[in-house]
């Protein structure tokens, strides 16, 4: 039996199930119709192990870009354990077909060298949150993709260790204007210096900083910077870093 | 685990002025607490939280009790002044008459019954 709702009838439905995967898959398979507004919520969080064999089996399942899953993927999109298959030039393409997601995580963990993020400059207009996890790629290059979303709002930068913090810095011309959170761990001292560098200013209302023993005024200059937005500060020392993500 | 962190800066907080919420992360040592919040000026400031999961707090004593002392003075008299009621966080020792040890190192806030003290659990359910 076609069944067939007013489309505003089964948006009511379907978003009331948002958070029912299990209700949602059962209302995918009840009728064509409504397979589309199911998928918004069923693929709106997305899990990607960034390899070679899963970007390639993602272009095998969904070969034509406007009828991809990619389009409904919102947060978070993951990737993780980086091979080299994010210098693959069709890579680009690919992050691509990703457009309206609202955040990113890019963990770099296992990479000894620094993860190139140029194909991810701008590739979702709608990005508001995006976190950087262990990566050793040069802070030109990380800033570089800070400054390629417009609407950015949150900003997590964990474990930032660049390999060639010494080359030269060119302050990007424009930048987000960054009103939400930042969490800094590790790295505090040469991301800081730049964060303040940045054209728009900093705005966040909420920041969680490991404390520098070293340059203790880095991270009061960065209070500073947000005197007029700051709300939340949660300050934690090196020495208490590892516990610093379980409470929360 | 012991880490000295004696020489733990303190911050200068007194130019955020829309500040509501601080939370410090801190290990057996205090005293970087107790002058950031010091030099807070914000008018909004409501809550404040002193996580010190990190440690043993039967661990604590000697100078770093009196550092303690000096945070339980300093809060205490935010409450009377801004009836800001902070919380902390605080993991128990092994030994059964630990849990008095927290409440013991803020003794005048506890006496007057204006902290919320919470005992850290891991997820595990493990102390």
Known sequence: MACSLPPEILDLIVDHLRDKPSALKKCCVLSKSWVPQTRRYLFAHIRFHYTEHSIKSWKLAFPDPSNSLAQHARTPFLCEQNPSALEDPDVGCWIRTFYRVESLHVNALGRSYGVSFVQFHGFSPTLRSLTLTHTSTPLQEIFNLICSFPLLEDLGLTTIVPKRDTDGWNIPSTSPKLTGYLKIKGGLRSVVRRLCDLPSGLHFSKIRVSHDNEEPTLTTDLVSRCSDTLKYLTISHYASGAFFFQLR | ?127
């Open chain 2, 1 to 127: 685990m012991s880490v000295d962190v004696s020489r733990m800066p303190s911050l200068d907080l007194s130019k955020a002025t829309n500040l509501t919420h601080v939370v410090f992360r801190c290990g057996r040592s205090t005293q970087w607490v107790t002058t950031t919040v010091k030099t807070a000026k914000s008018k909004n400031l409501r809550h404040i939280a002193v996580n010190s999961f990190a440690i043993n707090m039967a661990s604590i004593e000697g100078a770093v009790h009196r550092e303690w002392e000096d945070l339980d003075h300093l809060l205490d008299q935010l409450w009377t002044s801004h009836s800001i009621r902070p919380r902390v966080i605080y993991r128990r020792g092994t030994g059964e008459d630990d849990g008095d040890l927290a409440s013991r190192s803020l003794s005048k806030l506890t006496k007057r019954g204006v902290v919320d003290m919470v005992e850290y659990k891991c997820r595990s359910g493990r102390r």
